[in-house]
Structure formats: structure tokens, C-alpha cells
């Protein structure tokens, strides 16, 4: 699986020192039960298998390494993370880890969209902030982002 190798890297999870704080964009929703989270160093949920929070983490930490711009509706990718020559490779079979990961994420967004669109703004302007991001092409066979 294409996510498999994200418990050994974990670099998402971790800050290194000289790169200041991570805020961890939270939806309306996440922010009554976390409150608030950051990333000074190591995440506080990162576990030897990767995030203990397994489907309850943040909508965010889900995205990534998408990032998505609401202004513009593209999709990003975080040049730093070793799976976007993958990711890329796999978004060419419709039935790929890469492809699943995109159509969820696409789904979450458009309801972000009309349930919490601040989220959405948010979140990639702290993404352009701490990520290298490039812009990301979206096959065609893949539901292109609607809300207007």
C-alpha cells in the first residue's frame, strides 16, 4: 500500500528544529475535541506505526501531503515528501492507493467547502507557510473539485 511507507518516514510528524511550530489546521468540528494542536518537535500522537489516532485524526493530517488552495482550486503536493513520485505514478490507474486517496480527500473537501469553508483557507495558507508545495495535475478520470 502506498501509505505503508509513511510509518517509517514520518517526517509529516516531525519539525525540525530551526523550522518553528506546525499548526495542525483543525475543521470546527476537530477543534471542540483537540482544542488546539502543534507540532514542536515530534507529534504528541506519533506512535512506532505512525499516528495512534488512526480515522479520529484531523482532516488535515489526513490531506496531506495534498494541499488544496480554495482560491484558485488546485490541488498541491509537498515536494519534501519522498511519496510524490509515487503518488504521481499511481494517480494514473483509477484504481490505485494514490487514486482512493484523492477521490476522499476531494469528498471531504466539497463538504468542507459548504460546512467550514474557513478550514479550508486556513489550512492551505499554513501549508504554503511551512510546505514546499507543487502544483499537483489532476488525471482526468478523477472528479475534478465542484463547489464554486
Known amino acids: 500500500m502506498l501509505f505503508d511507507h509513511c510509518a517509517k518516514c514520518?517526517?509529516?510528524?516531525?519539525v525540525d528544529s530551526g523550522f518553528g511550530t506546525l499548526e495542525i489546521t483543525l475543521t470546527q468540528k476537530e477543534?471542540?475535541?483537540f482544542r488546539h494542536l502543534c507540532i514542536?518537535?515530534?507529534?504528541e500522537y506519533l506512535g512506532e506505526k505512525g499516528c495512534t489516532l488512526g480515522e479520529?485524526?484531523?482532516?488535515?493530517?489526513?490531506?496531506?501531503?495534498?494541499?488544496?488552495?480554495?482560491q484558485v482550486k488546485k490541488y498541491y503536493f509537498d515536494a519534501a515528501c519522498p511519496l510524490l513520485p509515487e503518488y504521481k505514478?499511481?494517480?494514473?490507474?483509477?484504481?490505485?492507493?494514490?487514486?482512493?486517496?484523492?477521490?476522499?480527500?476531494?469528498?471531504?473537501?466539497?463538504?468542507?467547502?459548504?460546512v467550514d469553508p474557513k478550514f479550508l483557507s486556513r489550512n492551505h495558507?499554513?501549508?504554503l507557510d511551512f510546505f514546499e508545495l507543487v502544483p499537483l495535475r489532476q488525471p482526468s478520470h478523477?472528479?475534478?473539485?465542484?463547489?464554486?
Open 125 to 127: 495558507e499554513i501549508d
Open 40 to 43: 514542536e518537535d515530534r507529534c
Open 31 to 33: 477543534t471542540k475535541v
Open 89 to 114: 505514478r499511481q494517480l494514473k490507474d483509477s484504481d490505485s492507493d494514490a487514486s482512493n486517496h484523492f477521490r476522499e480527500m476531494n469528498t471531504l473537501i466539497e463538504e468542507m467547502a459548504i
Open 10 to 14: 514520518q517526517s509529516c510528524c516531525n
Open 56 to 70: 479520529s485524526k484531523p482532516l488535515s493530517c489526513k490531506l496531506y501531503p495534498l494541499s488544496f488552495d480554495p
Open 142 to 148: 478523477l472528479k475534478k473539485y465542484k463547489h464554486e
